[in-house]
């Protein structure tokens, strides 16, 4: 199996079927479980707009695990970057359906 977690700091093999491993899904608050679980079914059979959704609630979903492992405030500066370019991303992906 090559998918592993989409935390960027665990190496642990996941089922392609999930998006973290069970220690980092943990630490993922409900409501952000409920949006990836609601999002995940929508999405078409190549990387489109209809994807924008998921990739939203993916990405607060590692951020919350990134930000529930470390309290240090470099890191947490990271966390924002990386969050602002996946929401950018979900943004690119709706801006090319719209058109």
């Known amino acids: 199996m ?3 977690c989409h935390m ?3 190496t642990a ?3 392609p079927r999930m998006l973290m491993c069970a220690k980092h899904w943990r630490c993922v608050p409900a409501d952000v479980q409920r949006d990836v679980y ?6 078409g059979k ?3 707009a209809t994807w924008a959704p998921w990739w939203r609630a993916q990405a607060r979903a590692i951020d919350a695990a990134l930000r529930a492992e470390s309290s ?3 890191w947490n500066a990271q966390a924002d ?3 602002a370019k996946e929401l950018a991303f ?3 992906l709706e801006a090319k359906g719209a058109s």
């Open 2 to 4: 090559n998918h592993h």
């Open 8 to 10: 960027p700091t665990c």
């Open 13 to 15: 093999k996941t089922p």
């Open 38 to 43: 609601a999002t995940v079914g929508k999405r």
């Open 46 to 48: 190549c990387v489109d």
């Open 72 to 74: 240090n405030t470099a």
């Open 81 to 83: 970057r990386l969050l």
């Open 90 to 92: 979900a943004e690119t």
